[in-house]
């Protein structure tokens, strides 16, 4: 199996991340001197990088617009994801995972969106929110469960946002009450990335509503513990990821399930979700470039008054816009995650990210339909999906506007005398 030979791979490449050669300082700063630009990749990273356009143009394209129409994922697409090693990117290899980095995951799911967002999504919620919960804040007799689980063949979703507490996520209102050995769940959950497909959900719930926020506790569970599928929702974008509304009634989870211990549950999802930002920054860089070099080219093909209509200086000045936007994202996006893997702050660097990439997204796909005018605007082409999807970009994970409180807050902080 591929995953077999990724593993192999990357641990070849392990000792070359652990060189850290001291120099004394210089004016002449050199290359070999380990600075480099932030889009130079790693040979691990490029390496990701390749399979996954090797994957997502032969396996999820030819598939994309039917599970737009259908508004449902491919199976074979998430066996692929599994297949490939893709769904436990910074897991270790003795759980099952391709023990990469967590730039790596979002190159990943950057990639992924070049072709299809809805796969991306799935993805990017399964590794960076899922997966990094589990591997950061559960046992290891939990680790031992739930990661080869999670790496090698069960999808994870996300349970934190309800009908009553969306950008106010710690208003939620599911409770969890301790019974013998269990506790018993009962509540409401909304809009749930990967919900339809899940075997494996991380479900934030109260135990103590009394202690307010402090009382969140996060627990793992399965499908079959009772967890309902009250309803899937119909959708402008990435149609093909469901989203769902969850109904917990008496639900039986145990205590050995609850993730990071009682009460941490606040503190999980904070951090996770400045994570999971990086992420979204991410499908939203891949979407914008996919929209581009799907438009562009026809540009140069259709030809009006005499010459090909993208030689025009007004598309001509608007290409250049847009792919200065794009790059100028990209550069938000991996300074940020470059920033977590180093072990520097990066929230605010992870909101700046995710905010820009959201609006040069929908900018650039908007602009994309226009290059391609009439064409743009039908389903064949497939420019308008990247448009439909955009939209989501300023919503999830924090709206447009959280990101911009959150940038504020910074610059309060470091401005005020």
């Not at 995951?105 to 796969?119: G, M, T, Y």
């Not at 999504?121 to 739930?146: F, G, M, S, Y």
């Not at 009962?186 to 402090?214: C, H, Q, R």
Request: hydrophobic letters at 40%; aromatic letters at 8%.
């Amino acid at each position: 199996m591929f995953r077999t030979s990724l593993s192999r791979s990357l641990r070849a490449l392990a000792p070359l991340r652990s060189v850290n050669v001291s120099r004394p300082f210089s004016a002449s700063i050199s290359r070999s001197d380990g600075l480099k630009p932030l889009d130079v990749l790693t040979e691990e990273e490029e390496m990701i990088r390749e399979t996954v356009q090797r994957f997502a143009n032969e396996v999820v394209k030819p598939k994309v617009r039917e599970m737009d129409e259908n508004e449902r994922m491919d199976p074979d697409v998430i066996k692929g994801l599994f297949d490939q090693g893709l769904m436990g990117i910074e897991t270790s290899a003795a759980h099952g995972g391709s023990e990469s980095s967590f730039t790596s995951a979002i190159i990943a799911v950057e990639e992924l969106a070049k072709v299809d967002p809805s796969v991306s999504v799935l993805c990017d919620v399964h590794n960076t929110l899922v997966n990094t919960v589990v591997r950061k804040h559960a046992t290891e007799a939990q680790k031992e469960k739930w990661l080869p689980l999670l790496a090698t063949e069960k999808l994870g979703s996300f349970c934190l946002s309800e009908p009553a507490s969306g950008s106010d996520a710690f208003a939620l209102q599911t409770k969890a009450q301790k019974v013998g050995d269990d506790y018993v769940l009962n509540g409401t959950k909304m809009w749930i990335t990967n919900s339809n497909e899940a075997d494996i959900f991380l479900i934030f719930a109260n135990v103590d509503p009394s202690k307010g926020y402090k009382g969140i506790t996060c627990f793992i569970a399965t499908k079959d513990m009772g967890i309902e599928i009250a309803k899937k929702e119909q959708k402008l974008g990435i149609r093909a990821s469901s989203t769902c509304t969850l109904n917990f009634d008496d639900v039986k989870i145990p205590a050995e399930n609850i993730i990071g211990g009682e009460g941490q549950g606040y503190k999980i999802a904070i951090e996770i979700l400045n994570e999971g930002r990086i992420g979204i920054a991410a499908q939203m860089l891949g979407l914008a470039q996919g929209a581009f070099a799907l438009s562009v080219p026809y540009t140069y093909t259709r030809n009006q008054f005499k010459q090909p209509i993208g030689t025009f200086q007004g598309m001509a000045f608007s290409f250049a816009e847009a792919a200065t936007q794009i790059e100028s994202a990209r550069l938000l996006t991996y300074n940020a995650a470059r920033r977590k893997e180093a072990g520097l702050s990066f929230v605010k660097e992870a909101a700046m990210a995710k905010w820009w990439a959201s609006k040069v997204a929908q900018e650039v796909s908007g602009n994309a339909i226009e290059w391609m005018g009439g064409l743009g605007f039908t389903r064949e082409t497939g420019v308008e999906k990247f448009w439909r999807d955009s939209k989501i970009g300023a919503i999830y994970e924090g709206t447009s506007n959280i990101q911009l409180q959150t940038i504020a807050k910074f610059i309060q902080k470091e401005y005020t005398p």
